[in-house]
């Protein structure tokens, strides 16, 4: 038996673009993931009960379900009630489905993410601000989130990685991903080992470029560290 | 300028202020001593409300500050406190660091509160360290960048919660001249410490904790030399 190399070198057009879509959909649900996590957390920490009940209930969810079900809820559930609701047929496109459920899924994981990163910062800095005469909003916007942020990059670099692999789970809705790529690249040549080790190499080479970007922007900010 | 009338505060079931009633005139520098544990920390912490009172009254210049009604934020802007452990925000320079609340809570240009800052760095004397942050900084200059960035706000009142407790000992005469200084000028103050030699120097009044009540108030001469309560004499002949 050989290795066959040209069915992936055959197919690097191919490949490359889906691994072009699985970038976009990373980068889109980690930035909408950023922003949802930022708000849940500030929920999550809020001493006001619906908030904490809310945002409770969000991470619990999203968390302890499988991101599996999560996109089949999105890109077929929800439509049925949209459409029974509207009496119109509502369809997402798939890249939508698949952006809003990792999007969900993220921001879920963020949140918990952004509300580790805000209760490590002591106690001190939050009297201070208030001390002087800020508001609980002004102290966690200039204060409290500034240092919060710094400390929650590496974790959210694991995220970034995390959500690109779990991204290949939105082939099951047939968006043309990476891992899609490679489904109908094996169902055409009859040579998944091949194309499957092909589609490994892939994600590991996006996996480990953001590793390292991540700990470069690590070394960095430490460098400028003032939090200690 | 300062009424407490019956204040009392519990965290769960542990009752840290027992009943405090005090007033504290315009420019007057009380100094607060007594045993760790005896409250003393709690009771300046309640009178910028950084902890609730569990009951009683705290009047400042007439607003009654435990009234869920009350605007905390603005009373706060005339209450300075500076804090054992300086709590200097790690993330902002020494002059951002004094700036801010100006800019942010007085509304003022970036301009003019720099100017302020700077102002304030000069009288502290730390001007040269201006654009350094705070990790850059000895404790007892961080502690002065912190008087400073108090001091920003105009306030009419200062709190120190035990402000050298934190220093190394070559530390703690600079940020004790600061505060000296600050009393000379006429600031009403209120000081938490354990440095008997500064109580002496410019405490009006000196008020001694124990178990969440005021056991004993005398200027400082008669307290610490003739004091009448039995616990008083305990606390200071295990101190002096």
Redesign the interface.
Known sequence: MDFRWNIITNNLPFLFKGASITLQLTIISVAIGTVIGLFVSLMRVSRFKPFLWLSMSYIDFLRGTPLLVQIFLVHMGFPQILTELLGTTIKFPVFVSAIIALSLNSGAYIAEIFRGGIQSI?R??M?????????YG?AMR??IL??AF?RSIPPLGNEFIAILKDSSLVSVIALQELMMVGRIIAGRSFRPFETFVGIAIFYLIMTMTISQLVSYMERRLGKSD??? | MITVNNLKKNFGALEVLRGISCQIAHKEVVVVIGPSGSGKSTFLRCLNQLEEATAGEIFIEDVNITDPKTNINKVREEVGMVFQRFNLFPHKTALQNVALAPLKVRNQSPQQAEELAMKLLVRVGLEDKAHQYPDKLSGGQQQRVAIARALAMHPKIMLFDEPTSALDPEMVGEVLEVIKDLAREGMTMVVVTHEMGFAKEVGDRVLFMDEGLIVEEAPPKELFNSPKNKRTQAFLSKIL
Do not use: F, N, V, W
Request: charged share 20%.
């Open positions: 002591e001190g800095q009297e201070a601000a208030r001390s002087l005469g800020m508001t002004q200039y204060i500034p240092q710094k003032h939090c200690q």
